[in-house]
Nanobody, 125 residues
Framework: QVQLVESGGGLVQAGGSLRLSCAAS????????MGWYRQAPGKQRELVAS???????NYADSVNGRFTISRDNAKNTVYLQMNSLKPEDTAVYYC???????????????????WGQGTQVTVSS
């Protein structure tokens, strides 16, 4: 199986910064796209940023220019650097990884999406 562990959330004042991390472990052969989503109370989960295996990035308009997504393939980890935070960035943030798993015969059928447990980000005004 594959396990994802998120860290880095917390409480910050508007204009501040936080860095989220999401580390994957387990029977991983390779990871395709990695992404960060968020869900605010009463709202649907939305894509914040994503990064392909080749390093191409995509951002929601609301965070473009303030957030930066990056990945460390050697550590199976994705990061989200969040600067100039606003109260409207308050949400639970989830990482999502698209993973090919290892099997005893090589690569297991897939890929499959895995989600982190979520980390709370609260931005005070």
């Amino acid at each position: 199986q594959v396990q994802l562990v998120e860290s880095g959330g917390g409480l910050v004042q508007a204009g501040g910064s936080l860095r989220l991390s999401c580390a994957a472990s387990g029977s991983i052969f390779s990871i395709n796209a990695m992404g960060w989503y968020r869900q605010a109370p009463g709202k649907q989960r939305e894509l914040v940023a994503s990064i392909t295996s080749g390093g191409s990035t995509n951002y929601a308009d609301s965070v473009n220019g303030r957030f930066t997504i990056s990945r460390d393939n050697a550590k199976n980890t994705v990061y989200l650097q969040m600067n100039s935070l606003k109260p409207e960035d308050t949400a639970v943030y989830y990482c999502n990884l698209n993973v090919f798993r290892e099997s005893r015969w090589g690569i297991a059928p897939g890929p499959h999406d895995y989600w982190g447990q979520g980390t709370q980000v609260t931005v005070s005004s």
